[in-house]
């Protein structure tokens, strides 16, 4: 049976807000946590982005559940060698409770020191060199490193955990799903496609964990939740590689218009049919997700976690 977890946006919420919705959702019967790693919001409206490793460190304190980054871009906005050394310390404050989620990125947050944007292949062949850096540095041994993308000189990690750290790689298609099948400790998308899956598990990654993530809106008004999700999350609704390439909210803000309510309550789950919820949730176990973390669009987070404590969780649970 696949483990439910929550979903944490950072370009949506606070640092206090995240820390308090993951109390809410080990209380409400969750038992796994995601956490984006954003530089930027998509868009203006979402209105935050908070240090994602600041967060973890709190997130250690105040719960007790697993936590990963879905996801963190190793390869541009930082040096794969200093997301090493948050990854090893996150793992150490958290007792080997980190996954270190990793993909290949976007404009929106990784060009904001002015190196040019690399194209997809590109992005995924730095991708495959920062994996290797990190794992050399989570033996805690002393790497020296001089690659195509990545040059690390006498660098070491003192503190890292018992185990090195697990990396899971995102992948929305098959160049990506090919490389988490060669590399990764698991697999990450956010679509209950059961072909990626297969390819994913069949290339080399049998065995390992594939994780989804879906977001939804609950409200007892359905229509003000469709609103709520067009304002706030209209930028997953576009279509082909903008959300890589769009270097800032405002450019996302001006293909905003192009976003329908229709299309908002045709993708996306909002209110509170019970069985909305359930089955949005079951696609990704019927498609072989072993991990399936949820995320609630809006402010309504309390009415999120009572609702799936008490009606959807248990249902999932039931299998």
Not at 69 to 82: D, F, L, S
Not at 108 to 136: D, F, Y
Not at 160 to 172: C, L, N, Q, T, W
């Amino acid at each position: 049976m696949p483990e439910y977890g929550y979903f944490l946006s950072c370009e949506e919420f606070g640092p206090a807000e995240l820390v308090e919705q993951a109390r809410m959702a080990e209380q409400s019967g969750f038992t796994a946590l995601w956490i984006s790693d954003h530089y930027h919001p998509w868009n203006d409206a979402q209105g935050q982005s908070p240090f994602v490793w600041s967060v973890i460190g709190a997130l250690s304190e105040a719960v007790s559940l697993p936590i990963e980054t879905a996801v963190t871009c190793p390869t541009v906005r930082i040096h794969p060698a200093v997301v090493a050394q948050a990854a090893a310390t996150s793992a150490v404050m958290t007792n080997g409770r980190f996954r270190l989620g990793v993909g290949s990125g976007e404009a929106l947050n990784e060009h904001i020191l002015g190196h040019v944007w690399p194209p997809a292949h590109i992005r995924l062949e730095m991708l495959e060199e920062s994996i290797q850096v990190m794992r050399r540095l989570f033996t805690g041994e002393e790497v020296n490193h001089h690659g195509t993308h990545y040059t690390v000189e006498n660098a070491r990690l003192y503190t890292v955990p018992d185990e090195p750290v697990p990396i899971d790689i995102s992948g929305f298609g098959p160049a990506a799903t090919a490389l988490a099948s060669r590399v990764g400790d698991g697999y990450i998308t956010m679509m209950p496609d059961e072909s990626m899956v297969e390819q994913y598990r069949k290339g080399g990654g049998a065995g390992k964990p594939v994780s989804g993530g879906t977001k939804v809106c609950y409200g007892t008004d359905r229509a003000e939740a469709v609103r709520t999700v067009r304002k706030l999350w209209f930028n997953q609704f576009l279509p082909g590689e903008m959300g890589q390439i769009l270097p800032s909210p405002s450019h996302f803000e001006q293909l905003g218009p192009l976003v329908t309510e229709d299309m908002v309550t045709e993708k996306t789950v909002c209110g509170d049919d019970v069985d909305e919820h359930v089955s949005a949730l079951s696609a990704f176990a019927d498609a072989g997700f072993d991990r399936i973390y949820v995320n609630q669009i809006g402010p309504d987070q309390r009415g999120f976690f009572d609702f799936y404590r008490t009606k959807v969780l248990p249902q999932l649970q039931q299998g």
